[in-house]
């Protein structure tokens, strides 16, 4: 069974503030994903990553990096917290592969900056 | 532009009831269109794709080509299928082809 793991599901941070989220995934996928959740906007693609160490913009990646150090890990930094980035996000991770495969995704963090 | 429509925020229906939720897409290429349904307090998770022609608690759906659409459709709902639903495309070929794109989601509402 993929596991998919978020640090946490909770998070209350202030404006200004650096914040990362962590995910983590025990299925040796290539492929992780960050996306945010919002009411009406359905799920929106930040940036993901194929490769350890590679990364490619999503389409709201604006106040927003990325961290994969290793295969398992995908880290979503906010470099100075705004209250516009309140929201859910969700970590997903898929196998690489010519046919498209399906995402796994973890339980979310539902972020608040106040 | 590569977009995934869903016009209902909202669907409800009584048990019983036959149930469609629509899915239009664009997309110059040839897409793997999927059905992604997050319950609950639960994690989203794959309903079904197209590529499988399989039906999965229920649900089907059709790759219409001609009309770029990819209906989720059930004859009767239950109560237990109350839970927002995603249709999402992507493209094939691997690597950075492999993110999926979303619809903004329809929520689903089976009344007893």
């Known amino acids: 069974d993929v596991k998919v793991t978020q640090s946490s599901r909770y998070l209350v941070k202030r404006t200004g503030e650096k914040v990362f989220l962590e995910c983590v995934q025990d299925m040796d996928h290539e492929n992780m994903f960050w996306y945010r959740q919002d009411p009406g906007l359905g799920l929106r693609l930040i940036y993901f990553s194929y490769d350890v160490k590679m990364k490619e913009k999503g389409d709201i990646p604006e106040g927003y990096s990325v961290s994969r150090e290793k295969k398992e890990r995908f880290s979503l930094i906010l470099e100075s917290a705004s209250t516009n980035q309140t929201s859910m996000y969700l970590c997903?991770?898929?196998?690489?592969?010519?046919?498209?495969?399906?995402?796994?995704f973890g339980p979310g963090t539902r972020l608040t900056v106040l | 532009a590569q977009r995934v429509t869903q016009p209902e925020k909202l669907l409800s229906v009584f048990k019983g009831a036959p149930v469609e939720l629509k899915c239009n897409y664009s997309y110059s290429g040839s897409p793997e269109l999927f059905w992604y349904v997050q319950y609950s307090r639960q994690r989203l998770q794959l309903l079904l794709r197209h590529i499988s022609r399989e039906s999965i608690k229920g649900f089907t759906a059709d790759l219409n080509k001609g009309e770029t659409s990819f209906h989720l459709k059930k004859p009767f709902a239950q109560e237990e299928d109350s839970a927002m639903y995603y249709c999402?495309?992507?493209?094939?070929?691997?690597?950075?082809?492999?993110?999926?794109?979303f619809g903004t989601g329809t929520l689903l509402a089976v009344q007893p």
């Open positions: 997903a991770s898929s196998p690489s592969g010519v046919l498209n495969n399906e995402q796994f």
């Open positions: 999402a495309l992507s493209g094939r070929g691997g690597g950075a082809t492999n993110k999926l794109i």
